[in-house]
């Protein structure tokens, strides 16, 4: 599975703004584990769209189950703001090819910011530039791998991923600091 969080390339007909995406690929390994990785990467303004899209194709394989997430409107919000990408525009980001399935996980920000929380994530404000918003696309995707977990998974199955989720976590975390 790859839970992805996007901020699409914008069309031609609009202004030029960064853009990017993170991936969260999660491995099942054995019946109640799984390996994790995170890819998080950004493209500036006036860079071609089309290099979004190749890099995002070698991460799936044959069996890629994907979990996109697209924003919804809180609630008692009925305005869409200017950059908040449609899902057409989402979708067009996302390579066909190598893609069992692809799910749309419209998720609202208080929300998403709430399964961050339980993962000890930081998420980009609602209010976020795309410019603001390309640091947190990694730490986005986790969070909707993490919602996803409590909405689809049972209590025993969640604790055993969220655990190995959580240790891997540390080790990230710890390579961080050997690498800086």
């Not at 969080?5 to 703004?17: K, L």
């Not at 071609?48 to 190749?54: I, K």
Request: net charge positive; proline share 7%.
């Amino acid at each position: 599975m790859i839970a992805l969080a996007i901020q699409p390339a914008p069309a031609a007909s609009e202004p030029c703004v960064p853009f990017g995406f993170g991936a969260f690929i999660i491995t099942a390994r054995g019946r109640h584990e799984a390996s994790f990785e995170c890819h998080e990467h950004g493209y500036g303004a006036g860079y071609p769209p089309h290099a979004m899209r190749e890099r995002l194709q070698g991460l799936f394989t044959p069996e890629t189950t994907a979990l996109i997430y697209y924003q919804a409107e809180d609630f008692g919000s009925r305005a869409r703001r200017s950059h908040d990408p449609s899902r057409a525009e989402i979708m067009k980001s996302i390579p066909r090819s190598g893609l069992r399935t692809a799910q749309l996980a419209a998720i609202p920000h208080h929300i998403l910011q709430h399964a961050g929380g339980v993962a000890g994530l930081q998420l980009s404000s609602r209010h976020s530039t795309p410019l603001g918003r390309l640091g947190y696309l990694g730490n986005e995707a986790q969070a909707v791998w993490v919602y996803w977990l409590f909405r689809r998974c049972t209590p025993p199955l969640r604790r055993q991923l969220l655990s190995s989720y959580q240790a891997w976590q540390v080790i990230e975390k710890a390579r961080r600091k050997v690498i800086a």
